[in-house]
């Protein structure tokens, strides 16, 4: 029984990680720009798919760390041709692209690359298990929480110690006044758009090293991502990181017991959450903080 609660428990770090990830990159375009990407598990899908062409020229660590970035690139591509007019108009038009946008990628990932699931073949050395007990303790899925964490403290360092990441800061408290600073709005917009990308790409890579690939990949993800922003805090991207986690690990616990009740607890999580703190955990009222 042990044994079991803790695969669970660790299943659930893995997947809360891959929530994480993708609810911090979420919670960049939407604490800047104010748009509900919902074409993020569209990109995730996108750049685990490039990091599969890419895998017999560079193999899986050039394919890994070169697909993130070029997803990012067609991000930045779509903010300027697709989104960035929309800025000044009602926010429920960018929401409804992306909408459209999410069915877009997924239809043009099954055409280019199949509606069959695909393997990503992970190196050798991180498959083997690091022991005989917990078996479950593979060096992929540790690799994987690793290089979650890598990434993190990364966007933390960005955001605190960059002139980019202190624009973008300023730009979610006060974009009007940022602009009057002599900042361009529209290229730091832009930017902040392909790193919220960046981290779907990243993601998507490291899911189907586990999951395989799938043109729907990303719609295992992106609502329990979501969800993640909103347990963790609005503006909040430490409190985004800590919701990802909580619900990915809480799920994990509860399917020891309840399997089939797995996928409602990320729900009824968030509807708690918004009875007692409707600013989530770590958001503030009538604040944002990054």
Do not use: C
């Amino acid at each position: 029984m042990t044994q079991l609660v803790l695969f669970n428990v660790f299943n659930g770090l893995v997947i809360g990680a891959f929530y994480a990830l993708m609810a911090l990159g979420l919670s960049l375009i939407i604490n800047l720009t104010n748009v509900i990407n919902f074409a993020h598990g569209g990109f995730l899908a996108l750049g685990a798919y490039i990091a599969y062409t890419l895998l017999p020229y560079l193999g899986f660590w050039g394919a890994l760390i070169v697909s993130p970035f070029l997803t990012a690139l067609i991000g930045i591509l779509v903010e300027r041709v697709l989104i960035r007019p929309l800025y000044s108009r009602d926010p429920l038009y960018s929401l409804l692209l992306t909408f459209g946008l999410a069915y877009v990628l997924q239809d043009s990932v099954r055409y280019i690359w199949g509606a069959q699931g695909l393997p990503i073949q992970v190196p050798a050395a991180l498959q083997s298990s690091l022991s005989p007990t917990l078996f479950f303790l593979t060096g992929y899925r540790v690799f994987m929480v690793a290089l979650v964490a890598i990434a993190v403290i990364i966007l933390f360092l960005i955001l605190k110690k960059t002139r980019l990441g202190m624009r973008i800061r300023a730009g979610t408290l006060d974009l009007e006044m940022v602009s009057a600073l002599g900042v361009d709005v529209r290229i730091l917009r832009n930017l902040n758009f392909g790193l919220g990308i960046f981290f779907a790409g990243l993601a998507g890579v490291l899911a189907a090293g586990m999951l395989g690939l799938t043109p729907t990949i990303g719609d295992q993800l992106i609502m329990p991502s979501f969800v993640a922003v909103i347990v963790g805090g609005l503006g909040s991207l430490a409190g985004t990181l800590f919701g990802g986690l909580l619900i990915g690990i809480a799920a994990g616990v509860v399917t020891v017991f309840y399997p089939s009740a797995s996928e409602a607890t990320i729900y009824v999580m968030m509807a708690l959450v918004l009875l007692i703190r409707p600013h989530g955990l770590f958001g503030e009222e009538g604040g944002t903080k990054l």
